[in-house]
């Protein structure tokens, strides 16, 4: 095999010389290293689809005698962010002595929990299906990918014979299978009847290929998928229009943006009908090219070909037929024509499921659709958390690249309904879905949470999302959260949370803020009202201007934010929660307090009031009530805490202890303390709590409600 270093078109050559030198005579630190590049470019494979293996050879713990042992992913990673924890690490001659105990195809299952008793390293990951795909074959280094461009040739009508002409024979072509044992079996079969290939394409599913160091490895799948990726593209529009061309024109981009982001909550709360979803919205060209076209009628309705593409997609999507530039401002007749539509869907895939379960198969799974296309608009995604749809959206993307590339050489083949079942109700895929951990108390909640750059306002963003919610991040200071949403990227990833310039007072920057929101995430679940400004001046020295300040900033405030998070929440129809941060000085009159006490006032009798109203529609409204949280704070700010000292007669460095005194506990309060409490109320453990508030302020008996 000859090995270069050319400039490769359609893939990232990114192997860094400098890098691997430095774990020269590691092959597992190489298996990883090659495997992290690898899933580092999306043309490559999928995130989560796939796997690596390298063979090396170690001391056996009982006897000091030097084994073959393989390190393959385990189940359920990823390798572009494969680490050792996520290998499984197998005695190769046990592997294949399971060969002599292998009863066939009926029997598949069995084989898995036999892999355990091949287990070299206790630390390893639980083995993957694939693990005999990798055990049979004599090589040192495997990659085994699902690169767009090699599963469009492996879902073409003609795919075998395009992989042998394309390749000179150097490619084996073995037929669709479940991945199992026998498929392990086969592609030995394939590699004893062709001796000298560089690889194997799996038909319908993926690439095998292979080398006996890891550079080679690396170099061979580069070259094999370029060669396939440049053989599709010379043919797109050769003999017919890609997809059969353009059928419905797209809206300009601000106008795909804004009728997606109106649309988003209303399909949200359709597609939640059983578990709560959370959104992913997309109108990347590629996705544009194929919903627009002549050919979305007949493809979309085939479903998907690669096993990783249909089980985090669905079998096939929800298509729209609304025309992309309908009047949105009245929902109520579009409603009703989207209920129709999912209610078909559900209808059909309770007739997929009934039409091919088998005595033993798992119950029917939620049957909403994951994908959902609009044409002229885009595509939204909805599953249980941000990384589950961003990922099912890039799945059906690669789906359209595989479609796009199939059509445009042969033609596309999907696979039968019976093989797509036993896949997607395989028991072995039930048991690893009832290995996930428990969900975590937000989980599939989305919240908005206004002037949390800092302070308050991020402990409780924090809060929400190590409790599983996904946040949006909003601050009238751009610099400010800036460096918030750089720290919060690095801690959480970019999953987790949405930062968006928020002046609560602007109603332009408001409807650009739940634009984002919709548009990220579907919706929202949870408002938090949080922005707020201090003013401490005595009654006669307030101007007007203090007093419409902090009335337009507190308590318009908070009724325009409240008001955008209903409209979403009733759209959604499934409830949700405002939670007010007001203040103790709402309850408890205060020395040169005057016009802030007055204002938090309003916030807490508004509170009241809509927690009245909205009740009917499962909204709750919840106030937190803190006092004196000084830390992280922007509050010393403008004067506020020298007029606070001066009110009290004492030097603004004893303002802290003064006020823990003052409280029944002795102790400071933290904005820790105040996120405790907002997560208290949307927890689900005060789910029957509305019109109700909560002082956190160490105990000031004058505070106490009554």
């Not at 053989?231 to 997809?243: E, I, M, S, T």
Request: hydrophobic fraction near 40%; charged fraction near 25%; include cysteine.
């Amino acid at each position: 095999m000859s090995i270069t270093t050319q400039n490769f078109k359609h893939v990232s050559y990114l192997w860094d010389d400098a890098v691997a030198s430095k774990l020269e005579g590691k092959e597992v630190d190489l298996l990883i290293y090659r495997s992290n590049i690898l899933g580092a470019d999306l043309r490559i494979t999928n995130y989560g689809g796939g796997n690596t293996s390298c063979k090396t050879y170690e001391a056996d713990p009982l006897t000091n005698e030097q084994v073959e042992v393989m390190w393959v992913k385990g189940s359920g990673g990823d390798i572009g962010t494969l680490t050792k924890a996520g290998l499984a690490g197998l005695y190769v001659d046990k592997l294949r002595a399971l060969k002599g105990i292998y009863r066939g195809l009926e029997f598949e299952d069995e084989m898995v929990e036999l892999f355990n008793h091949c287990i070299y390293d206790l630390k390893s990951k639980a083995p993957s299906i694939d693990t005999p795909l990798h055990a049979f074959l004599p090589f040192k280094h495997i990659d085994h990918l699902h690169p767009d461009a090699a599963i469009a040739i492996a879902a073409a009508k003609d795919g075998e014979q395009i992989t042998k002409d394309l390749w000179d024979g150097q490619i084996a072509w073995v037929p669709w299978q479940k991945p199992g044992f026998d498929l392990g079996l086969q592609l030995k079969q394939a590699l004893d009847e062709n001796p000298g290939i560089r690889g194997i394409m799996l038909g319908g599913h993926g690439l095998f290929t292979w080398a006996d160091t890891a550079y080679e490895c690396y170099i061979n799948s580069l070259e094999v998928i370029e060669t396939a990726s440049e053989y599709l593209a010379q043919n797109y529009g050769k003999n017919r229009p890609v997809f059969g061309g353009e059928k419905v024109q797209s809206l300009a981009p601000e106008q795909r943006k804004s009728q997606a982001a109106i649309l988003a909550p209303l399909l949200r709360g359709l597609a939640s009908s059983e578990n709560l979803m959370v959104g992913t919205f997309t109108d990347a060209p590629e996705v544009l090219q194929f919903i627009n076209s002549h050919d979305l009628s007949k493809l979309a309705p085939m479903g998907t070909s690669c096993p990783d593409h249909f089980l985090r997609t669905k079998i096939s999507p929800l298509v729209l037929e609304i025309p992309a530039d309908a009047d949105l401002s009245d929902l109520t007749a579009i409603k009703e024509d989207i209920d129709v539509a999912f209610q078909a869907y559900r209808e059909m895939y309770a007739d997929y499921y009934e039409n091919h379960k088998h005595s033993n198969s798992p119950a029917i799974r939620d049957p909403n659709p994951v994908i959902i296309i609009w044409p002229g608009v885009g595509m939204f995604s909805y599953a249980k958390n941000k990384q589950t749809s961003r990922v099912a959206s890039e799945f059906y993307i690669n789906a359209i690249n595989v479609m796009r590339g199939a059509e445009a050489v042969s033609e596309y083949v999907s696979l039968p309904l019976q093989e797509a079942f036993n896949i997607e109700y395989w028991l072995l895929e039930e048991a690893k879905l009832q290995r996930m951990p428990k969900e975590q108390a937000l989980s599939r909640k989305v919240a908005l949470v206004t002037g949390s750059a800092g302070g308050i306002g991020l402990a409780i963003v924090e809060k929400y999302i190590q409790e599983g919610a996904c946040v949006v991040v909003t601050d009238i200071d751009g610099d400010r959260l800036q460096t918030t949403s750089d720290a919060l990227l690095k801690k959480y990833g970019k999953d987790a949370f949405l930062a968006v310039k928020l002046d609560v007072t602007d109603g332009k920057s408001l409807e650009a803020a739940i634009e984002a929101t919709c548009l990220q995430f579907g919706g929202v679940d949870i408002m938090v009202n949080n922005a707020g400004i201090s003013i401490s001046k005595p009654f006669e020295d307030h101007s007007d201007q203090d007093w419409d300040r902090l009335n337009d900033i507190l308590v318009m405030g908070q009724y325009h934010i409240s008001k955008a998070g209903v409209k979403i929440m009733k759209l959604q129809g499934h409830g949700g929660d405002i939670v007010n941060i007001a203040s103790k000085n709402g309850l408890v009159a205060g020395p040169k307090n005057v016009a802030y006490g007055t204002a938090k006032a309003a916030q807490l009798h508004m509170s009241r009031l809509m927690a009245a109203e909205l009740a009917e529609d499962k909204i709750k409204v919840n106030v937190v009530n803190p006092d004196a949280v000084i830390e992280n704070s922007n509050i010393w700010e403008g004067g506020w805490g020298e007029n606070r000292a001066k009110a009290y007669g004492i030097e603004v460095k004893d303002l802290p202890q003064f006020y823990a005194n003052r409280t029944l506990l002795k102790e400071s309060v933290k904005t820790s303390d105040i996120a405790d409490a907002a997560f208290v109320f949307v927890s689900g453990q005060l789910g029957k709590t509305t019109g109700n508030m909560l002082n956190v302020d160490g105990g000031l008996a004058a505070a106490f409600p009554r």
